[in-house]
């Protein structure tokens, strides 16, 4: 199926914006809901439960006790299992595979309520011109972001007692960019509702360097959650009674350090998010300035309420309903920053 097929509207119902863009929406809900499951999944150390990838079969969870035990059999012989899970039961380790399998349940159910839609919409060339390639291009990114999930686990695997903090960066910027873009997307297709004559929004410069800032402060809490950095400090504002924390560790490079050290990643995860708060109060005021102050409420809002729930989960000690709702807002952050560099890239 090619995206100029795709694109094709020439058929007596014409193009149909409208039902196309609420189903993007509904997809970057069922994405949202991933991110939150997957945030539940690291934080009760659920994502090295399953040991296989089983893209069709793996669906089916085990249904007898021989298959319960085969399963646990499996996650015996990895090293998290022997080095720090001896003695796990199997009601346990049902409990950690349950999050896991639903993680990757909720990926499946992404990928078939994205994939059955966009080819009924094809066949019955339902698509705006111009909009076909996009699509096929979210559906790829969707399953590039399967192989991505396996690639992180298959880290942890072996050798480690964990999943590569790096992979795991990898895997939620991506999930975070499919939200963007199904956003993004489906703004561009409730435009051409309003008027058949609206062009697609442009990225401007402003906007991208906003969200090149908030891709790094991501990238940061990714960091501090795949190290479980969050850990090394329960203080706020200092850590550990000071500014610049203690117990910062040379790793060799200059990368290594910044992006490996615990005490540093937490310190720079703590900081960078003001520079990224500013530099997003800065797009909701010109999202506000282009006529659009639903992004602007809904940027400021997400933000204030995403800067309070951090130092609420390290004041915690990463309590877990606050380490989940603390990623969960992280994604609404990054759907209200889309929709403000969205609004302030209409052409007028």
């Known amino acids: 199926m090619t995206a100029s097929a795709l694109s094709s509207v020439h058929h007596k119902g014409g193009p149909r914006p409208v039902t196309i863009a609420r189903w993007l929406l509904i997809v970057a809900f069922l994405v949202f809901c991933m991110v939150v499951v997957g945030g539940i999944t690291r934080l009760t150390e659920s994502g090295l439960s ?14 007898t006790h021989d298959q319960w035990m085969e399963a646990f059999r499996l996650y015996q012989q990895i090293p998290e299992y022997q080095q720090l899970r001896q003695g796990m039961t199997l009601s346990d380790f049902q409990f950690i595979f349950f999050w896991e399998w639903l993680h ?3 990926g499946r159910l992404i990928g078939v309520a994205f994939a059955l839609p966009l080819v009924w919409f094809a066949v019955r060339r339902a698509i705006p011109a111009g909009y076909g390639w996009r699509l096929v291009a979210l559906l790829a990114l969707g399953g590039l972001q399967g192989a991505i999930g396996w690639w992180m686990v298959k880290s942890g695997l072996s050798v480690r007692t964990d999943v590569s903090h790096y992979r795991l960066a990898v895997h939620l910027l991506t999930a975070l960019f499919i939200i963007g873009g199904l956003i993004w997307t489906a703004l561009d297709l409730m ?9 697609p929004a442009k990225l401007r410069p402003f906007a991208c360097v906003v969200l090149l800032i908030l891709m790094v402060q991501l990238m940061l809490g990714a960091f501090t ?7 090394v400090s329960n203080s706020w504002p200092l850590m550990n009674d000071h500014l610049v924390p203690e117990g910062i560790t040379w790793l060799g490079s200059l990368w290594a350090t910044v992006s490996s050290d615990p005490y540093l990643v937490h310190f720079l995860h703590r900081w960078w998010a003001w520079v990224a708060a500013v530099a997003l109060i800065l797009l909701a005021r010109r999202a506000k300035q282009a006529g659009c102050r639903g992004a602007s409420i809904a940027i400021n809002a997400a ?27 992280g994604a609404l952050v990054v759907t209200a920053a889309a ?10």
């Open 339 to 348: 929709w403000g560099a969205h609004a302030v890239g209409i052409r007028r």
């Open 225 to 231: 959650a795949g190290l479980d950095a969050g850990y």
């Open 303 to 329: 933000l204030g309420t995403q800067i309070v729930l951090g130092i609420a989960t390290v004041i915690s000690g990463i309590a877990f309903p606050l380490a989940v709702l603390h990623q969960a807002v």
């Open 191 to 199: 435009a051409l509702v309003r008027s058949t004559d609206a062009r």
């Open 104 to 106: 990757r349940l909720l």
């Open 50 to 63: 399953i040991t296989q990838w089983k893209p069709i079969t793996g669906a089916i969870p085990p249904l």
